[in-house]
C-alpha cells in the first residue's frame, strides 16, 4: 500500500504554516510523500525534511508545477477530500481496496475539475472544516487506527509517553 498526498495551490505568504501542517499530518498517520502545487517553497520542504531526518520515514516532499498533468498521470486511484463529497464512512471500503492511492487537498478554491478527475470526492463532514482535519481524520479511518502505534524507520528521536511533562530520548 502506497499512500501519497497532492495539496493543490501553495501559497508562500498565506499557507506556509497550513502547508507544513499537511506535511506533518501525512507523515505522522502514514503517507509515504506529499506533493503541492502552486508556489515551489524551499522552506517548506527544508522543514518537512528536517522532520523527517529527525523523526524517521519513509517520506518525500516535492513540488508539482501542473497539477492537472500530475493527477492524470497517477497510476493508482485518487481521492479528493471535500466537505460536499460522500461520507467517509460509506465509502471506505471501497477505498481500501486500492494498493496506489492519491489524497488530494485544497488550499485555495479548488477549481472544478478536480472532482472529475477524482475517483471518489470524499467528505469527512458536510460542514466547514480545515484541510488538515480532513487528511488526519481520513488516514485514521483508512488505516483503521494502526497509524497510532507507527515506528518510523532511521529516527533519531523518540518521545517517550508519559502522562505529565516531556521526555524525548535520542536514538
Known amino acids: 500500500m502506497v499512500i501519497l498526498v497532492l495539496r493543490l495551490g501553495h501559497r508562500i505568504g498565506r499557507d506556509k504554516r497550513i ?28 522543514s518537512i525534511k528536517s522532520v523527517v531526518r529527525e523523526w524517521g520515514g519513509p517520506f518525500e516532499i516535492k513540488h508539482v508545477k501542473n497539477w492537472r498533468k500530475f493527477i492524470q498521470g497517477f497510476k493508482g486511484r485518487k481521492t479528493h477530500l471535500t466537505m460536499y463529497g460522500l461520507p467517509v464512512q460509506k465509502k471506505m471500503p471501497e477505498i481500501r481496496k486500492t494498493k496506489e492511492l492519491l489524497i488530494i487537498i485544497g488550499g485555495e478554491k479548488v477549481p472544478g475539475d478536480v472532482y472529475q478527475l477524482a475517483d471518489f470526492n470524499i467528505s469527512v463532514t458536510p460542514q466547514p472544516h480545515s484541510e488538515v482535519a480532513a487528511l488526519a481524520l481520513f488516514l485514521h479511518e483508512y488505516m483503521k487506527g494502526k497509524e497510532l502505534s507507527k515506528k518510523f524507520q532511521k529516527a533519531r528521536r523518540r518521545i517517550v509517553p508519559q502522562e505529565r511533562g516531556k521526555k524525548v530520548i535520542q536514538i
Open 19 to 46: 502547508s507544513t501542517h499537511c506535511g506533518l499530518v501525512s507523515r505522522a498517520f502514514g503517507a509515504k510523500g506529499m506533493f503541492y502545487s502552486g508556489e515551489k517553497d524551499k522552506v517548506l520542504e527544508k
